[in-house]
């Protein structure tokens, strides 16, 4: 600032006052001037060069807006006007030290060479970002970070066989007709009625809605369908919401969400999926409140209060309900850091190890609050299936390191083809129920899947007996095609018997339905990988062509009331498995082997795809840093 705009500012003589300095030489008068402009010009050199000059200037003269915001914020800032002097002094200490603190570090920077700058440049960015994730988790759910490795196997080749990347392409289209079939007329439902052409929901998920889009998520991704992958992604962001006052089955919704929303993240690497499935996960916590920690059945979201099925003996909890949890809660606890999910489901196998087992059988009931066994029921189909499945997949997924699930599978399986399993006199091999050690001769369209799980566990079997498992694995496949071959539908039914002179047959009419399930393509599809034997594929695209002959309408896929009927009574629900398991077990079945392959990946009973689990952690796909 020139030094003559400050003079009036200062003593500047004036005519009215001129009279004593006018005794003043000339010279002398020169030699003030020059000694008082000398003076201001220190002054104000100090002013404005010294460290902390600028801001003193702010914080005394012109009181700026952001010191005056600070002072008003500061603890014991009452009054701005009283003791202004105390904070002015406060606010200068700070501004000081601040200031000596930067320069420090400016002379400390200067001093480190320009690789060691650099390098501390990166590492504050990442401290950074880390910083913004960890809070952005702690906003959305408290969510350690993640550094996300894509998992080998997500994209496949082309089959090299055209007839087969015929069969695969149509059923790629299959799964577009009935996304999009949903996507007009249910959009955000659970699923489509497709008769009808309208949103159907189940009780079984209280008023989560979009069962549909969770469980396409991972079909859709891995169809390479991705503008239908994005929609649904845009979806779950904006809409799925679990802060609601209602009950669910805790088995259904981990199997369909929480796996669906896992394998999206593994698939896909979106952030939005994990903190999701972790946040519905912490969701399901309350249900292991009981005595023995064997989870409830059914639990409010939001009061956390939980109750078993009325209908389940004695109030007991259900072997495959609480027995398939595990494989989505470890995964859970690999994402979230939280040390709880595992041990809910590691507790649950504590308590089963205790319990003596009737012929080394699992009945499929079990009081939560005695910890006893209910009734004696025992089967591989419904109300115990998934629970032998994550026995065996909890040690593959665990990178064969869970030697516990691996015993516990083995001897299950041997208890299960000592006790339930039968050949019928025309030579079908099929596994029976069993009820307080009476055999019913009846197989369910759900005990279909124990092909595929036998050939998935075959090369692990204990002994000799890999070959033994692969065998007993292709007879169940036999039978179980050969309920879709009895049929007038050729689908097959819920439900078929060994007993009154028919074998692979419904003989009630309340088992004659077909619901679009999946088990006995999944087993084609765990055939397939294994041996490689053509049948598989064409006793999957003779599925393919009696989906499309019955089930297939305008308004989307529909089950059928009777199989045996000649022509089709629509039940009018698109299920939710249909895309989740149908449609991705056929177009894996139609697929290489590159794609998903078994060394790297585990399907939840959903069909839903989770990484294995790496032991040496250095190649775990994702893991909590
Ligand atoms: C699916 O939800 C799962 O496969 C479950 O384990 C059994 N039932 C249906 C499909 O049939």
């Not at 005990?447 to 007996?465: N, S, V, W």
Request: with cysteine; aromatic share 10%; charged share 25%.
């Amino acid at each position: 600032m020139p030094v003559a705009t400050l003079l009036p500012f200062t003593a500047a003589p004036s005519r009215k006052s001129a009279g004593p300095t006018s005794s003043f030489r000339l010279t002398e008068k020169f030699v003030l001037l020059l000694v008082f402009s000398a003076f201001i010009t220190l002054c104000f050199g100090a002013i404005f060069f010294l460290p902390d000059s600028s801001k003193l200037l702010s914080g005394v003269f012109f009181h700026s807006s952001a010191v005056e915001t600070n002072t008003r914020t500061g603890p014991g800032s009452g009054d701005s006007s009283s003791g202004s002097a105390g904070s002015d002094v406060r606010v200068l200490a700070k501004i000081k030290k601040d200031h000596e603190k930067a320069l420090l570090e400016a002379k400390d920077t200067l001093q480190k060479r320009g690789d060691e700058i650099q390098q501390e440049i990166l590492a504050d960015k990442e401290k950074l970002s880390r910083d913004t994730l960890a809070k952005e988790a702690k906003d959305g759910g408290h969510l350690p970070v993640v550094e996300y490795h894509r998992p080998p196997g997500t994209t496949g080749t082309e089959p090299l066989d055209p007839e087969t990347r015929d069969r695969r392409a149509k059923v790629k289209e299959m799964m577009k007709h009935a996304w999009d079939s949903y996507r007009h007329y249910a959009w955000g439902s659970n699923e489509l009625r497709p008769v009808s052409k309208q949103g159907h929901s189940s009780n079984l998920f209280g008023s989560i809605k979009g069962a549909t889009i969770v469980d396409a998520l991972d079909s859709l991704y891995i169809m390479d369908m991705m503008d239908e992958f994005d929609a649904a992604t845009e979806w779950v962001e904006k809409n799925l919401d679990f802060n609601m006052n209602a009950e669910v089955s805790v088995f259904e919704v981990n199997i369909r969400f929480v796996g669906g929303l896992l394998s999206a993240y593994y698939l896909s690497g979106k952030e939005v999926f994990r903190r999701k499935a972790v946040e519905l996960g912490e969701k399901l916590l309350p249900a292991f409140k009981t005595p023995t920690g064997i989870p409830w059945a059914l639990l409010n979201l939001k009061s956390g209060i939980g109750r078993n099925w009325p209908w389940a003996s004695g109030g007991s909890s259900i072997l495959a309900e609480y027995g398939t949890l595990h494989l989505e809660f470890m995964h859970l606890g690999q994402l979230s850091g939280n040390p709880e999910f595992a041990q809910k489901v590691m507790n649950i196998r504590k308590v089963l190890n205790r319990l003596d087992k009737p012929q080394g059988l699992y009945p499929n009931y079990l009081n939560p609050n005695s910890g006893q066994w209910g009734q004696h029921h025992v089967s591989v189909g419904g109300l115990g299936d998934s629970f032998y499945e994550y026995l065996l997949k909890a040690w593959l997924m665990s990178d064969k390191t869970d030697e516990e699930g691996k015993k516990m599978y083995y001897e299950a399986l041997q208890a299960i083809e000592t006790n339930l399993m039968r050949k019928s006199s025309g030579g079908l091999t099929y596994i029976a129920e069993w009820k307080g050690g009476l055999l019913e001769h009846k197989m369910g369209h759900l005990t279909c899947f124990a092909g595929g799980m036998m050939a998935l566990g075959a090369d692990g079997a204990p002994g000799d007996k890999t070959g033994h498992q692969m065998e007993m694995a292709a007879e169940i496949a036999r039978t179980c095609h050969e309920s879709y071959v009895r049929t007038a539908l050729k689908l097959g039914p819920e439900a078929f018997r060994f007993d009154g002179g028919v074998e692979a047959i419904a003989t009630r009419q309340n088992e004659k339905y077909f619901i679009l399930r999946p088990e006995v393509i999944e087993t084609y599809m765990y055939m397939w990988r294994f041996t490689h034997d053509p049948k598989y594929r064409e006793w999957g695209w003779e599925a393919v062509q009696a989906l499309e002959k019955h089930c297939r309408l305008e308004g989307g896929y529909s089950g059928v009331r009777d199989v045996y009927a000649s022509s089709p009574n629509h039940d009018d629900v698109q299920q939710s498995f249909y895309l989740a398991e149908t449609l991705k077990y056929l177009y894996l079945l139609f697929s290489e082997d590159d794609h998903l392959p078994f060394d790297h990946w585990v399907f939840n009973t959903e069909a839903h795809p989770l990484p294995v689990i790496r032991k040496d952690k250095t190649e775990i796909p994702n893991e909590v840093e």
